[in-house]
């Protein structure tokens, strides 16, 4: 199993157009069988703050996560994996990638 806890600071007036695409991947992970939770949060004492906490079964289903996000919003000319379309909304992000033991 992969959680993944993934903090981001919107660029200061696109959080309503950050809030959409991300809206985008959870619709998109809920449609896998291999999404065990996924949730999107924002902040309550600062509107560009968000967190997005999820648990696929495993890192390969992240992976197939990642690449259907593609489909969705856009293909990602980055080597990270996500779309750029999500990332150039950004400001800051932090990403915490965790396995379970």
């Known amino acids: 199993m992969v959680?993944?806890?993934?903090r981001v600071l919107a660029k200061k007036?696109?959080?309503?157009?950050?809030?959409?695409?991300?809206?985008?991947?959870v619709e998109c992970a809920?449609?896998?069988k291999n999404c065990i939770s996924y949730a999107f949060f924002k902040s309550l004492t600062n509107s560009r703050e968000f967190l997005v906490y999820y648990k696929f079964a495993s890192k390969k289903a992240q992976d197939v996560h990642i690449e259907n996000l593609h489909k969705k919003i856009r293909p990602a000319e980055n080597k990270r994996?996500?779309?750029d379309k999500?990332?150039?909304?950004?400001?800051?992000?932090?990403?915490?990638?965790?396995k379970l033991k």
């Open 81 to 83: 994996g996500l779309p």
């Open 13 to 25: 007036g696109k959080e309503r157009q950050f809030e959409k695409i991300a809206l985008k991947c």
């Open 3 to 6: 959680t993944v806890v993934y």
């Open 86 to 98: 999500f990332l150039s909304l950004l400001d800051e992000e932090e990403v915490v990638l965790l």
């Open 30 to 32: 809920h449609e896998s």
